[in-house]
Structure formats: C-alpha cells, structure tokens
Nanobody, 122 residues
Framework: QVQLVESGGGLMQAGGSLRLSCAAS????????MGWFRQAPAKEREFVGG???????YYADSVKGRFTISRDNAKNTVALQMNSLKPEDTAVYYC????????????????WGQGTQVTVSS
C-alpha cells in the first residue's frame, strides 16, 4: 500500500518552467518504479515519463528533452521538472507507482495520486 500526493501545479506562461513533486508514504518507496501521467479534458490519460527503481528514466516523445524525472528514495519523493512549457502541456498531472521494473502502461501502475493541475498560457 502506497499513498501518493502531488504538488507544485499551477499557471505558467509558455516557455517557462514548473516543478512537480510527489510525496509517497506507506510501503517501501524504493521498491517501486514511478511514473508521471497527464490527462487533458476529453483525452485519454497519457504517459509522460517514468523512472525505474534503479533510477533509469524514459519519456514520451512529446516531452523528451524538455522534462526530467528524478527520485529521492531517502525522502520518498519523485519530481517532474518541466522546462520550455507549451500550451499543449496543459493537463492534470498524476504520479503513480508500479511494482514492475519499467512500464508506460497505466494499467500496470498500482497506486495513483489525486493529480495536480498544470495550465500553460500562450
């Protein structure tokens, strides 16, 4: 059992930066791969990027080179650093935990946070 809480969302102009954080509690954090997803109105939940339990990162093509995922197992946190933001990045962002080594599939993530809104204006 893992509880996840996202924070750091808000309004940012295009080209700006925003950092999202996800705090975990409960079961041992380091045992889980972590992922970030986003969902815009009338759209499917979309994979943004993930980080394995070993620290390896992987990203969707739409954010590659702009977003960076990191984790701090000692603090039980995972972060999503978002640079060069675009209006199309506007969505609710969710962090999630998976018992698998590496996955981009929402169905393979076991625990989810409540989400935080990110809005990018042009």
């Amino acid at each position: 059992q893992v509880q996840l809480v996202e924070s750091g969302g808000g309004l940012m102009q295009a080209g700006g930066s925003l950092r999202l954080s996800c705090a975990a509690s409960g079961r041992t954090f380091s045992n889980y791969a972590m992922g970030w997803f986003r969902q815009a109105p009338a759209k499917e939940r979309e994979f943004v990027g993930g980080i394995s339990r070993y620290g390896n990162t992987y990203y969707a093509d739409s954010v590659k080179g702009r977003f960076t995922i990191s984790r701090d197992n000692a603090k039980n946190t995972v972060a999503l650093q978002m640079n060069s933001l675009k209006p199309e990045d506007t969505a609710v962002y969710y962090c999630a935990a998976s018992g698998l080594a590496r996955t981009a599939l929402p169905s393979q993530y076991n625990y989810w946070g409540q989400g935080t809104q990110v809005t990018v204006s042009s």
